[in-house]
């Protein structure tokens, strides 16, 4: 009797719970929807909607991989599933809306379209039936037999082989059925594989670094990144409170992702292209307004807030800067970091984000897929995302020279290229990465792609940022740029040029000290042969997105690049960014502090004498020496000083190949008078390519 009792409280907690979570479902489906825009929707819908089931102006036939219309059918049948769960809304003819639902879902049943692109197959479908049977359930509307038909077609996609995003977004059509059917079995299984994408070691999804990666090693932050955010938060409110909870130290991850990861790559209202992946070609995807509460409670730092209110706080601040009610620079905390595992690099001070992209042999170039991205061909090849006020690349795609991206050395093609392989393909080398202290830090790329070769490396401080290349070469028929910045013109520009300040159009010069735009000021150094163009550019979002409008898309923009010529041999450039200048401030201020060391094949280095560090990249065994100090090693590396000018310097160095267990590293310098290298234990496993830290 004993066991008999047990089982029917077990049981009986089980339904409870299913009516709780199928509850909060509603709650949310039902949520931020707009009674009066409802209901003539509606209205209209059900009056045009044919005796048989189907809308004539939806093309059922449609294969389209993107905006895919037998989907509306769906969406319009849940509008109607709404009307019927909600006893408030008041409407004319409940029940003929009631049969009409009927008709229209066998109607769905027996034309049972489909798509080239698989997700409107495994997930978009079976979602929207899912919603509307969970808006439906005991409501006495949908038949036994159409129901367990609709059941039975919503088992689609393999959540067992899918990964991430992808294996969140098919548990969660899991949970629909698990609490239509009350099948405890499913249930455990589907919050199982909804809460799974929550770890690290994968090849896709979350890394141990904080990156988010899809479609194989491929940098994802935002898209698949963010579509995993707010499902994870989506389904742990869901199930908050029961059985089912998402367990504390899955918690702790998901908000680590967020606040230190995908929200640090938002400056003021709009997050930086890099992380967008194809969705880069999309227009309006930067702008993460509806992120935030404006958007509803089905926003996801609405989610965020309601799953874990101890980070509200944290939260409120992301809030007011996406809003605008305060500036991009409110409570921003200086930050640094790069993503070992997915070769990207945020530094982050309250007055301007400088963020970096690249590619390596051990990940993937950003993708073109389903039509999308058709030009992104140079997105990964050191890419850098300059924002103040944050919109600077807002919707500028269309308009883009798109072998003119920011940051990037390429071939000066005389029409955009397409990229020509779907769905990504492998960087070429090996020696990419970064060195951090997580405030400040260097990142390198060694480039060989479409014919041209370069070392670029980035160096990071808190009032500018140093970018060095060198070795470039190409034999390609092209001419060979170098992109210092590519965005909407925004005021006047400024130069100091041929020995006399200027206000600038056009200007194409070999004796450039500096250019300032939009309160950003460029130093060279070097000099080097430069070229501004602020003149008008057209294109259209189809351009770079087949799904997209052919509509006409112009604005002025601000494109400044280093001309490399055709064929160059062993060339290099140097420039410092230095944000938020004024134009009076540029006539003024001196780079003291900033020494470019060297800049060749073997070493680049930069020191700042203000802050006492000095960041080196070795790319072979060597040794860099100055009149203060001198620093040998025995194996390519990444290292960054601090303190170099007391008795206790503080070292940190990363591997970028990834391939050394040991290196060894001697330093010494007026102060430390050192004979003996010290011997560096790299890190291995998940948290190989990672900076480790000795302190002299």
Known sequence: MLGVFCCAVNTSFAQDEFQVIESRIIDYLKADVKINELKAAVKSNSSSLKEEGFWPSIDYSSTAETGWTPLIHLQRVKQFAIILNSENFAFADKERLASQINAALDYWLKQNPQSTNWFQQEIASPTAIGEILMLLNGKGVIPNALQDSLLKRMDSGNVLKAIGANKLDIAIHMIYRACVSRNKALMDSAVHQAFLPISFGGREGLQSDFSYRQHGPQLQIASYGQVFLHGTYKVASWLSATSYAIPPHKLKIIDDYLIDTFLRTIRGRYIDFNTEGRGIARNDVLDKIDITQNAGVKSLLSLAKKVNPKNSEAYNNVEQRVTQAKEASFNIKPSHTFFYKSDYTIHSRPTYSFNVRSVSKRT??????????????????????????????????????????????????????????????????????????????????????????????????????????????????????????????????????????????????????????????????????????????????????????????????????????????????????????????????????????????????????????????????????????????????????????SEKPVLYVSDPTQKLSHLQVLFSSTLLKSTQPISITLPQGEHVGDTVNYQF
């Open 364 to 645: 993937v170039r950003t993708e073109m897929g389903n039509r999308e991205n058709l030009l992104g061909k140079f997105l990964p090849d050191g890419s850098t995302n300059i924002q103040r006020t944050g919109d600077e690349y807002f919707n500028i795609m269309p308009i883009w020279e798109w072998d003119k991206i920011p940051g990037v050395t390429s071939r000066d093609y005389l029409e955009d290229k397409k990229i020509t392989i779907e769905w990504g393909e492998r960087g070429l080398n090996s020696f990419i990465g970064g060195v951090s202290d997580r405030f400040y830090g260097a990142s390198v790329y060694q480039l060989d792609y479409d014919e041209v070769t370069a070392k670029k490396a980035w160096f990071f401080f808190d009032n500018e940022v140093v970018c060095l290349g060198t070795d470039i070469n190409s034999y390609a028929k092209e001419q060979i740029t170098t992109t210092v910045n590519q965005a909407w013109l925004k005021g006047p520009v400024k130069a100091f040029a041929d020995d006399k300040l200027m206000d600038v159009k056009n200007l194409n010069s070999k004796n450039v000290d500096w250019v300032w735009h939009d309160s950003i000021g460029y130093y060279f150094p070097n000099k080097g042969n430069i070229q501004i163009i602020t003149d008008k550019q057209k294109g259209s979002w189809a351009k770079v997105n087949a799904n997209r409008s052919d509509e006409l898309v112009k604005g002025d923009v601000f494109k400044m690049w280093f001309k490399h010529g055709e064929n160059p041999e062993k060339q290099e450039y140097a420039y410092i960014v230095k944000p938020q200048v004024s134009e009076q401030e540029m006539l003024n201020i001196k780079s003291d502090a900033i020494k470019i060391l060297c800049n060749t094949q073997q070493i680049q280095a930069v020191q700042n004498t203000d802050l006492q560090m000095v960041q080196v990249f070795f790319y072979e065994a060597g040794t860099l020496k100055t009149s203060n100090f001198s620093i040998t090693t025995n194996e390519p590396c990444v290292l960054l000083i601090k303190n170099i000018a």
